[in-house]
């Protein structure tokens, strides 16, 4: 179809059976929501539609558009033949979309409660389609549109579509049992009572009971008496109908090609109703989406069951993007169906992990691909929960173990652990965590004991004591003396433990450098290790600043160079203010160092005075002349670009504001003069 021909057709307007229609369609009470009662109008869309040879012409109005012109809001042309279909705009612009995609007053109504047309009219396009039956010209013509992209969807993504429906066709069966399992475990329980004079009576949705209560209020969680499980009360009289929140379901199988696995996502809805006594409540589950792993358990595609690049056909497609910051939607977390775990993960490393457990037997939310990798990575998994330690394996499924303290290529637990079978009964003992396996193993290394107290303060007090093994290494110290030594150094200095270990960390590294032996008690045992710390860095500093004034002034010499010039330029003072100009760049950066601020931190601004690009200068008390007061960056004409203070700040603004306009307008005066005498001497 060609578009300039399209628009040469006469145009299908706004009829008197329209306009009739219209004015009599005005809104009444359609429902109730949460905000009261919903009015709406019966008409959302009215319709006209003529043929012209092999093109069908359909023209679009609402309520709106036919207040404000007598010319259809979109008007659609289809040619069934050359199996084609084009939308024009009001504002003549062309589309691609399908009907149900046209926005109508800002919404995309892709199905309405009632479509206008005339019995003619809907003969006309029935007859257009050969639909054989009496459709509306909407749905007609949708149903055309969402043919034609089913036909289109298989040539033009052949090749895509057979590899998705391949490995679709893997997918086995669901378990038998999901439903009631979802009913049973993906949804928190309610206790709906009802109350009178003598008694509460509810009934718990968990034990399928009737209970006698000695108190409830209707929102409040409980635990219901008879089966003990934890439900939110709900009164009978404040509702009808209990619809719960949106949860989600996961079910894991193995493909049918032993390729890898397949995760499945459900959406769940339960609906309990006052009409059977809250009994046998409406469950609702729905596949979206599906997440295929590797043989280790990595996300290798991602399904959605949606439609398929806007053709109309809804099947399962790689994820789409959706909202404003373009997202994929795919499988996240979920309750996990645990009932066919044992039989599915037979033949992994990790076949006897009780993974059910780890799911929490599929009450908790986890997203279970991240757990079968963790399993996957630590078969051993089975036997740390075998042997008791809980601790440990906690950490390990929510990562927060140490990964290094580990050797899974090894059988027995203690070798995997790294520790001999008297310290790994210890561990045991301790229920000790990833903390406790470390300063076990260091202990094993270099001597000392670690005792229960002083594994469970580090557990409970350190966010990390990785490095420790460094540290015994170049002090001499066992892990239990230097774990000690910190934590009191640590509440010597009122310092976090992990602070505690950087500060002396970087103490041992400048006394080192100082060429002192770190092993002699004096050094590794410092009592005022803080105090040393700081007189040591605040001594190296000093030397960097040395070296960097010393690379300033020899890479920037032009503002050594130029200083006499500059000097005599920005010359101003007034009763009790002094404006110095730097003598080398070493100033600059020394200035910067005394107000904390960026000036000196970079050399951005001394470049710009090194080329004549901008100025720093500095305004000072007359009396305290080497003592910095504001820092000023500006032009040679007078334009002050910044002036700041200590740590960028403005004490004394508004006075200083008024001894720098007098400067500025000294300094333009100065130019001034200077381009007179220039133009006198060119003239001459």
């Known amino acids: 179809m060609k578009r300039k021909e399209l628009s040469a057709l006469p145009e299908l307007t706004v009829t008197p059976a329209i306009r009739d229609a219209e004015r009599a369609d005005v809104p009444k009470v359609r429902g109730r929501g949460y905000g009261g009662e919903i009015k709406a109008t019966k008409y959302v869309r009215f319709y ?27 008007t659609v042309f289809i040619d069934k033949n050359k199996d084609e279909h084009e939308t024009l705009t009001q504002d003549g612009k062309w589309r691609k979309g399908k009907i149900g995609y046209l926005e109508v007053d800002g919404k995309k109504w892709g199905c309405t409660q009632m479509e206008w047309d005339t019995t003619r009219e809907r003969r006309l396009v029935n007859d257009y389609f050969n639909t054989g039956t009496n459709k509306s010209i909407y749905a007609a013509v949708n149903d055309w549109q969402v043919d034609r992209g089913t036909r289109l969807l298989r040539q033009r993504w052949r090749s895509e579509l057979d590899e998705i429906d391949a490995t679709m066709s893997e997918v086995p069966e669901l378990p038998k049992d999901l439903n009631a399992w979802i009913r049973k475990h993906a949804f928190d329980e309610n206790m709906f009572y009802m109350k009178n004079k003598k008694r509460i009576i509810g009934y718990c949705t968990s034990c399928n009971h009737y209970v006698d209560l000695k108190e409830a209020e209707h929102g409040e969680e409980g635990k ?35 390729t890898g696995y397949i995760l499945r996502g459900f959406t769940c809805r339960i609906t309990w109703t006052l009409e059977n006594e809250w009994k046998n409540p409406k469950v609702d589950v729905f596949e979206e989406y599906r997440t295929r792993l590797g043989k280790r358990f990595t996300e290798e595609e991602q399904f959605e069951w949606c439609e398929y690049k806007n053709t109309g056909v809804i099947r399962w497609c790689h994820p789409k993007y959706h909202g404003y910051y373009g997202t994929v939607e795919q499988f996240g977390r979920a309750h996990m169906y645990t009932g066919n775990l044992k039989k599915e993960l037979k033949g992994e490393a990790f076949q006897n992990v009780n993974v059910a457990k780890l799911f929490d037997y599929g009450r908790s939310y986890k997203e279970p691909s991240y757990v079968l990798r963790v399993c996957n990575r630590y078969p051993c998994l089975e036997y740390i929960q075998k042997a008791g330690l809980n601790k440990l394996a906690d950490e390990i499924i929510s990562s927060r173990e140490y990964s290094q303290c580990f050797d899974c290529s090894k059988k027995k637990l203690n070798e995997v652990l790294k520790l001999d079978k008297q310290r790994y009964n210890r561990l045991k003992t301790m229920n000790g965590g990833s903390r406790t396996l470390y300063l076990l193993q260091q202990e094993q290394q270099y001597g000392g004991k670690i005792t229960k107290e002083l594994a469970e303060r580090a557990e409970s007090e350190c966010k990390g004591v990785l490095g420790i093994e460094q540290l015994c290494e170049r002090t001499g110290l066992n892990p239990a003396q230097l774990m000690n030594y910190l934590f009191r150094q640590s509440e010597r200095n009122d310092m976090e433990f992990r602070d505690t270990l950087n500060t002396y960390t970087d103490y041992l590294n400048m006394a080192e450098d100082r060429g002192m032996e770190l092993k002699d008690d004096i050094v590794c045992r410092q009592k005022d290790m803080r105090g040393y710390h700081d007189r040591y860095a605040e001594e190296k500093n000093a030397k960097e600043n040395r070296k960097r004034d010393i690379e300033v002034n020899k890479k920037f010499g032009d503002i050594k160079k130029n200083h006499k010039l500059n000097a005599e330029h920005f010359s101003f003072e007034t009763k009790d203010l002094i404006i110095v100009v730097p003598t080398k760049a070493s100033d600059i950066t020394m200035e910067g160092r005394e107000q904390h601020h960026c000036v000196g931190a970079s050399n951005l601004y001394i470049d710009r005075m090194n080329r004549g690009e901008s100025y720093i200068v500095f305004l000072r008390h007359k009396d305290r002349p080497k003592v910095p007061y504001y820092t000023i960056e500006m032009k040679w004409t007078g334009e002050i670009r910044q002036w700041y203070a200590a740590y960028d700040r403005k004490p004394d603004k508004d006075k200083i504001e008024k001894v720098l306009k007098r400067f500025t307008k000294r300094v333009e005066t100065k130019c001034r003069k200077e381009e007179q005498k220039i133009a006198l001497a060119a003239a001459v």
């Open 48 to 74: 006209r539609a003529a043929v012209h040879g092999d093109i069908l012409q359909v023209a679009i109005f609402t309520h709106r558009s036919v207040h404000m012109s007598n010319r259809p809001l979109y």
């Open 224 to 258: 219901c008496p008879r089966c003990h499980k934890k439900v939110t009360f709900r009164s009978w009289r404040k509702q009808k109908y209990v619809v719960s929140e949106k949860q989600y379901a996961g079910v894991l199988q193995k493909l049918n090609d032993d």
